[in-house]
């Protein structure tokens, strides 16, 4: 990974993910429930290739640069198609209507970047050398945020 530039966190290796549903602050029993019905479902594949990275957010302020996937998208895509929702409602969330979009999300800018960071942040984000690059995928994981969040952001809870 090139050396970003100011106003853009890179994540750790080991919070690289890809969200197959998104559940927000649920509380514990509510995600514990959603993830119970997850864990039935096996995965498609297990390895799949990135293609290019795009800036995701808001159009006007991109806030996150994913990865998105090439070799891997339209099985990855299903799961997330037919399953999410279900998910989402289990842990009392609303269902999402967005078309799915796997992706693995590398940095972001930070809530405070400037103008001028953030387009410097989307130059670099954008130039990110990940098509083609193969990746492993893990058995479906519930992520939450970890207690110190200055190297590490997430935690797999269960």
Not at 28 to 33: R, S, V
Not at 71 to 93: C, F, H
Not at 148 to 156: A, G, S, T, Y
Request: proline share 9%; with cysteine; hydrophobic share 40%.
């Amino acid at each position: 990974m090139p050396t970003a530039p100011p106003a853009v966190r890179v994540f750790h290796p080991e919070d690289r993910h890809i969200t197959a549903a998104f559940l927000g602050s649920c509380g514990q029993a509510a995600a514990e429930e959603a993830f119970a019905s997850a864990r039935q479902v096996a995965g498609p594949i297990d390895r799949a290739t990135f293609g290019s990275v795009k800036a995701l957010g808001n159009p006007k302020r991109p806030s996150s640069f994913s990865a998105l996937l090439d070799d891997g998208n339209e099985p990855l895509s299903q799961v997330i198609a037919t399953w999410r929702n279900r998910w989402l409602n289990l842990a009392g969330k609303s269902s999402d209507p967005r078309p799915p979009l796997p992706h693995c999300t590398l940095a972001r800018a930070t809530r405070r970047a400037t103008d001028a960071q953030r387009e410097r942040a989307v130059a670099w984000g954008l130039a990110l050398p990940t098509l083609g690059a193969e990746l492993q995928l893990r058995p479906l994981a519930l992520y939450t945020w970890t207690s110190d969040r200055r190297e590490r952001l997430f935690r797999i809870w269960s």
